[in-house]
């Protein structure tokens, strides 16, 4: 009998007890009730030790598992191994004693895995019915171990987070200090994107024992390290070899935790953070002089150069008012050579950094753009190129693209001006002209008023706030966010992610294009489309002030904002027409 419980125990029942269940056969009746109850509760472990066995020859055979279930395989065998060695204590005892070892004494040599297994058990069932793989797995074994209070059961949870936290560092390790993902089986928090070069952060791999926060930061630090130390461009390691040796002696040191520290490791790893953070401020804003090209962003993306922009555009504009034909993008930047050598700016390096691109019309275009979508391309290098991506540029251009449509009209419309100037009238010509001269006014005096707003209230001030957290702050992180929430407050200071204001702004620019169409290109003004033009520019005009009172007393509107319909109600105009 003993020799029976013995082998059930690590899973070889014999004709005694069951294979199926573990439990004694039913017709042994030299058993009294009370041993059978005893004999039954000690061999049900070999029942539990089976499903632990099949579970790691499973994984250990099948090679694509991952490398966390492998890793949680291997401490679980750690720990049978234990169990194993117990069981052949007991055997050593029992030959020792010539097979008279009391059933009270086989509880006690295996009162700690009547504890451990049921829980073993129930977390490898839990793997497998979710699937869980990476940090889930690593989660749930630290849940487990968090919410247990029981010595003996802590020890072998302990053991498995180890064993699978092995893994996590040398993953950890490979991303912060190499810049580099060790991960086959797609189990990482930190992966690639598509099939681009960039790399994102998986919030749902994350292990639930540390915070976005802290994952963001590991992130950064290895996105850092990967942009700054393996570039074509022949730039020097952002880490130092003395960096690289106290980053890996720190990770070393938290891996070889018998308990995970969450205030230790988000220590280490924002002491990591200011490292990489001060010398990419001084790769990127220093020798890169992040400064410089954020100033020629603004001048020619934003249009803070007017003197130029009004050359170029005066220069082109025979060239827009027509169709864009086959060599358009060509002519367009020969001008665009012109109006910088008027200006002095062909012999600036960072000038010669920027080439319009004539791309193809869509469909949703206005018709005013007259089918020329231009964008203005700045030449990114190393590097600055790792601190402004396309996105950026993208959003640079949205601005670009609005303020040039804007800048063309008011041109138009000063044109429109001359022209009515030039003409001689009599005086019941000049009266009939008087509607165009004052439509014209009132078009000039809102687009005006927009192009200051826009760029003295809302450029400018943005500007020179990001400029100065750049002078101010050694957090590269810090400056970044500031350059991503100085283009957002643009973007919404110009009103672009404003719909309804957006497309008011659409309408008011169509009929300025459609008013400068009628003065300078035909012979003769049409009376009634005048008329319609009058009427239709003083709707807009008010629906634009609406909505923009609408927003002056909005959550997170600008406080310039008041700036601009002062400006807009001009002796109270809007006001008493609402009234």
């Known amino acids: 009998m003993l020799v029976e419980v013995l082998l059930s125990l690590v899973g070889h029942p014999g004709s005694l007890i069951l294979p199926q269940s573990f439990q004694l056969a039913s017709d042994l009746n030299f058993l009294h009730e009370g041993e ?6 000690i061999v049900a472990l070999g029942s539990s030790y089976t499903t632990l066995a099949a579970f790691i020859a499973r994984i250990f055979f099948e090679q694509d598992q991952g490398m966390y279930l492998h890793a949680f395989a291997a401490g679980l065998n750690t720990l049978l191994d234990d169990y194993r060695s117990l069981i052949s204590k007991m055997e050593q005892e029992a030959l020792e004693s010539e097979g008279k070892i009391p059933l ?6 295996l ?34 171990l968090t919410e247990c209070g029981i010595p003996c059961l802590q020890s072998a949870l302990e053991c498995l987070f180890i064993s699978c936290n092995r893994v996590w560092y040398d993953q950890l390790t490979s991303w912060m200090v190499y810049g580099l993902v060790t991960d086959p089986y797609h189990e990482f928090f930190i992966a690639r994107e598509g099939t681009s070069e960039s790399y994102g952060l998986l919030a749902d791999r994350v292990p639930v024992f540390i915070s976005l926060q802290v994952a963001d930061s590991v992130f950064f630090v290895g996105d850092s390290v990967r942009l700054l130390s393996f570039n074509s461009k022949g730039g020097a390691p952002i880490l130092s070899s003395g960096d690289v040796l106290t980053f890996v002696a720190a990770l070393r040191s938290l891996a070889s935790l018998p308990v995970f520290n969450i205030k230790l490791f988000e220590n280490v790893i924002g002491k990591m953070r200011a490292i990489v953070a001060a010398h990419l401020r001084n790769r990127v ?3 890169g002089q992040l400064a410089r090209h954020l100033h020629a962003l603004r001048d020619y993306l934003l249009m803070a150069k007017g003197d130029f922009w009004q050359a170029f555009i005066t220069e082109s504009r025979s060239l827009l008012s027509l169709a864009p034909k086959i060599n358009a993008e060509h002519d367009l930047n020969i001008l665009f050579q012109q ?21 193809k019309a869509a469909v949703t275009d206005p018709p005013f753009t007259g089918g020329w979508n231009i964008r203005l391309q700045y030449k990114l290098e ?28 008011q041109l138009e419309l000063q044109c429109a001006w001359a022209h009515l100037q030039r003409k001689q009238l009599n005086k019941k010509e000049r009266a009939e002209l008087m509607t165009s001269w004052i439509l014209r006014k009132n078009m000039s005096l809102l687009l005006d008023n927009l192009s200051f707003y826009f ?7 943005e500007f020179l706030a990001l400029v100065t957290c750049i002078n101010e702050s050694v957090d590269f992180a810090e400056i970044k966010q500031k350059h991503l929430s100085f283009v957002s407050t643009v973007e919404q200071g110009l009103f672009l992610t404003t719909v309804p204001v957006s497309r008011s702004l659409g309408d008011i620019f169509q009929l300025c294009f459609e008013f400068t169409n009628l003065t300078l290109h035909s012979s003769n003004s049409d009376p009634t489309k005048l008329a319609h033009l009058n009427q239709e520019f003083d709707r807009q005009s008010a629906l634009l002030f609406a909505l923009l009172s609408g927003l002056k007393n909005a959550r997170g509107s600008s406080p310039q904002l008041r700036n601009l319909l002062l400006l807009m109600d001009y002796n109270n105009h809007f006001t008493k027409v609402s009234q």
């Open 36 to 41: 059978r109850n005893v004999i039954n509760r």
């Open 104 to 109: 009270t004494r086989m509880q006690a040599f």
């Open 111 to 144: 009162e700690e895995w009547f504890l451990i297994f049921p829980v073993l058990v129930e977390v490898v069932a839990k793997m497998e019915g979710q699937k869980l793989k990476g940090g889930q797995i690593l989660g749930l074994v630290y849940q487990e």
């Open 285 to 287: 804003v220093v020798e």
């Open 339 to 359: 109006a910088a050598g008027k200006n002095s700016l062909d012999g600036e390096d960072l000038f010669n950094k920027c080439v319009l691109k004539l791309n």
């Open 382 to 409: 190393w590097p600055v190129d790792s601190f402004l991506k396309r996105e950026d540029l993208d959003k640079y251009n949205q601005i670009f693209r609005f303020m040039f449509h804007l800048k063309r009209i």
């Open 455 to 461: 760029q003295v209230d809302v450029i400018e001030p």
